[in-house]
């Protein structure tokens, strides 16, 4: 049963088959045996690459399935058409697009598990992506908010210079004033005198300024400082919002991606046993000598050829001799002087019923 069954998915016909060899029918089984097991490594592999797309198992089955359906499909029809000829220049001619397309299904088939294979190097590299990922997009967000927070800086950095500034202009005063009643400096008289009360007033009129103004000053840096805080929390915000996106960046194009940094020897020689996989049934028929199933199926379709070549050649010479008597039968028609008297009579009455379907239309119209 199990031998019938890749019998049948080697394509061969079943019917010819059981009339050769069992060395015949075992080679069509190993043939059928790889078509097989090939359409299932895609059928895994593919599910596991959709997985990784829907990350939902059922979808990824139901997809998968029909994608290993697809691949048994072709490599069944790529192995049924070959068709063994003698000349081995001629069978490779034949077998070169079918070997192109069993590449081509090699590297489809061999890329999804190459992913599964070194998942776990391939998750160290795009931690390592993500992670210059991170730092690229709060460089990025960083510098929608960094002038703004520098200018706001500089704001409070100019209000406290003026607080500064004037700060040093009352202990100026102070030193002045103090210096005055000592008789250290001024005019140089011991005690509180007319100078010492007037650069005494000038000193508490510039502190009172001072006292205003780091009131002030207090206020617009505290709501400076607020739009600083606003801004960093927005800063937080629009961080914490892509931060997911980073996060989720492990999907399949990531993946391959990420597949490509790692050492390619070792996926190459991967994707090499999946083309030998997925060439093995077209080498093995075009390396196998021509056995008796391909001479009795050659045999077979040689008679129905020549059925067809001769039902085609049987309808041209019909269709030669029935023009060749419709002439002949025709050219005797022409001098039957009894048509001629028949057909005169007819074409008479015609012009008759003619003439007068023409007078009652002029009539009517006068």
């Known amino acids: ?45 593919s599910s596991y690459a959709l997985y990784t797309v829907f990350n939902n198992l059922y979808t990824s089955i139901f997809f998968g399935l029909i994608w290993g359906l697809l691949i048994f499909n072709l490599d069944r ?51 390592e992506q993500k992670n210059e990922l991170t730092l690229a997009n709060k460089t990025q ?32 005063l102070y030193d002045t004033y103090i210096a005055e009643a000592e008789g250290t400096a001024g005019t ?22 001072l006292q205003q103004l780091k009131i002030d000053n207090k206020a617009k840096i505290a709501t400076i400082e607020s739009e600083i805080v606003n801004l960093k929390v927005d800063y937080d915000t629009q961080v914490n919002a892509t931060q997911p996106i980073i996060n989720n960046f492990d999907g399949l194009m990531a993946r391959v991606t990420a597949l490509g940094k790692l050492p390619w020897l070792p996926s190459f020689f991967i994707f090499m046993l999946f083309l030998a996989i997925e060439t093995s049934p077209i080498f093995a028929k075009l390396l196998s000598p021509k056995g008796a199933y391909d001479l009795k199926l050659e045999d077979q379709e040689m008679v129905f050829k020549t059925h067809v070549l001769q039902n085609k050649t049987q309808r041209e010479a019909l269709l030669k001799a029935e023009y060749a008597i419709n002439d002949r039968i ?37």
């Open 77 to 127: 029809y790529i192995v049924s058409t070959i068709k063994k000829t003698g000349s081995v220049f001629d069978e490779l001619i034949q077998a070169s697009p079918r070997i192109v397309l069993a590449v081509i299904i090699a590297v489809v088939i061999s890329k999804p598990l190459e992913l599964k294979i070194f998942e776990k190097e391939i998750n160290q590299v795009l931690l």
């Open 1 to 45: 049963m199990l031998k019938r069954f890749f019998i049948i998915c080697s394509g061969a016909d079943t019917d010819i088959l059981e009339d050769c060899s069992i060395g015949e029918q075992n080679k069509y089984a190993g043939i059928g045996a790889t078509v097989f097991f090939t359409a299932v490594m895609a059928f895994i592999s």
């Open 141 to 172: 967000i960083a510098e929608q908010f960094t002038p703004n927070i520098e200018g706001l800086n500089n704001n409070i950095l100019s209000f406290q210079q003026q607080i500064d500034a004037k700060e040093a202009e009352v202990n100026q």
């Open 330 to 366: 025709y050219d005797d028609l022409k001098t039957d002087q009894e048509l001629y008297t028949y057909k005169r009579k007819k074409a008479r009455e015609l012009m008759q019923f003619q003439a007068d379907a023409f007078y009652k239309q002029q009539k009517n119209i006068l």
């Open 188 to 209: 140089k008289l011991l005690g509180k005198g007319p100078v010492y009360k007037e650069k005494r007033e000038k000193h508490n009129a510039l502190l009172a300024e």
